[in-house]
């Protein structure tokens, strides 16, 4: 069974930062494209960054330059590094794990992270 189990969201105040983790289990994630989405109440769910296993990744023009998204393979584990936090970042945050090619699509259950002074 797969899981995809996100931590580290919360409060922060604008110009703060916060640090995602994303652990994925019951996948080899070296074979996955690894993300980040974020959907804001009222809104459609959008790309933050993503990351492949060869570390390329690619960033929501909102988010570059503040934003940095890595993987650590062998620990199945994505994170997102998340500085000079806006009151527009607040949103609720989603892993995903995609097999280019393949109908493997898999999204973690979310966490909240709040911007707020």
């Known amino acids: 069974q797969v899981q995809l189990v996100e931590s580290g969201g919360g409060l922060v105040q604008p110009g703060g930062s916060l640090r995602l983790s994303c652990a994925a289990s019951g996948l080899f994630s070296y074979f996955y494209v690894m993300g980040w989405y974020r959907q804001a109440p009222g809104k459609q769910r959008e790309l933050v960054a993503t990351i492949t296993s060869g570390a390329s990744t690619n960033y929501a023009d909102s988010v570059k330059g503040r934003f940095t998204i890595s993987r650590d393979n062998a620990k199945n584990t994505v994170y997102l590094q998340m500085n000079s936090l806006q009151l527009e970042d607040t949103a609720v945050y989603y892993c995903?794990?995609?097999?280019?090619?393949?109908?493997?699509?898999?999204w973690g259950q979310g966490t909240q992270v709040t911007v707020s002074s």
């Open positions: 995903n794990a995609e097999r280019i090619g393949t109908p493997f699509n898999y």
